[in-house]
């Protein structure tokens, strides 16, 4: 049996990694399971990885990884995995397949090709409430919103944090998370830009206070700025689906998914301004010697006017 693990969310491609290695440990010990970096790997060896039982393994696992980083052995791997023992199993676990080669095709029509696109943000909600209640705990959709915003949409991260807050206390609530929850750059970035975008001058005043012992006003502007440029690139996309929009503009979908109801809201003109705004900060940014906070803040009040 061949299966092929690929796509952009490696924590779930990772999850399905892990629970066939269990069901084959559970069936049949460790001895027969090999990892192997096809990085550095020689197209000669391929026929012999891919061989049948050894006398201490009568059935075997083995797990390539980093396919796509070695293009010469590509075209043979396609031939030596038609061939491969019937008593190996193989598992393909590489994120990055170039669907233009042979190698995709042949994995995409002639094994079991699992592919584990990133979740937009309605599934990574749903995601975060159901192994909240795996865990015996219970949160809110809106509290478990707050949540994937506040720490971005990587699941990795995510899930630490869920068992952090659910050894905490069983209810976790926006408050507990506020508490336990570091925010991503990203989320801090896009806290600032809400707040703005709604008005809120004293909370935009609150928070730029608290990031200045401890973030790079530079680095901050850098994330505002790219929340902007998507911003200005989903208004200006109009009716077109979130997919297209990232395919095209290389965003990721998530960002276009939660940026897209905001610039409906805001319409073209008032982001225009907005634009406008971020641009003339990162001009002086960039030609005066001025305050990069004093900056900033002004050029989010302006927007919050």
Known sequence: MILTLTGDNSYAAARAERQLVDAFLAKHGANGIERVDAE???PVRLPD??????????????????????????EPL???????????????????????TKLYKFLKSNTDFREFPALDEHKL??????????????????DAQHLVQRVGHDQWRLHHEIQKLVSYQGDITRGVID?????????NAFELLDAALAGNTAKVSSIVAALKTEEDPYKLFGLLASQVHALAVTAAAG??????????AGLHPFVVRKT???ARKLGMPRVQRIAREVADCDWHLKSTGADPWQLLETTLQKIAR
């Not at 909240?132 to 705990?137: I, K």
């Not at 508490?179 to 989320?187: A, D, K, M, T």
């Not at 689906?241 to 095209?248: E, G, H, N, T």
């Open 49 to 74: 990885l891919l061989q049948g039982a050894t006398l201490f393994a009568p059935v075997r696992l083995v797990i390539l990884k980093n396919v796509s980083a070695n293009k010469a052995i590509q």
């Open 260 to 262: 897209q109801p905001i």
């Open 239 to 248: 009716g077109r689906s979130p997919d297209v929009i990232a395919k095209d």
């Open 78 to 100: 396609a031939e030596a995995l038609a061939h491969a023992a019937s008593d190996t199993t193989v598992v393909i676990a590489d994120a990055h397949l170039d669907k233009r």
């Open 40 to 42: 550095g790997l020689e």
């Open 125 to 142: 909600v749903a995601w975060v409430q159901q192994t909240v209640s795996e865990a015996g705990a219970s949160v809110s959709k809106t």
């Open 179 to 187: 508490s336990l929850v570091e925010p991503s750059p990203e989320g």
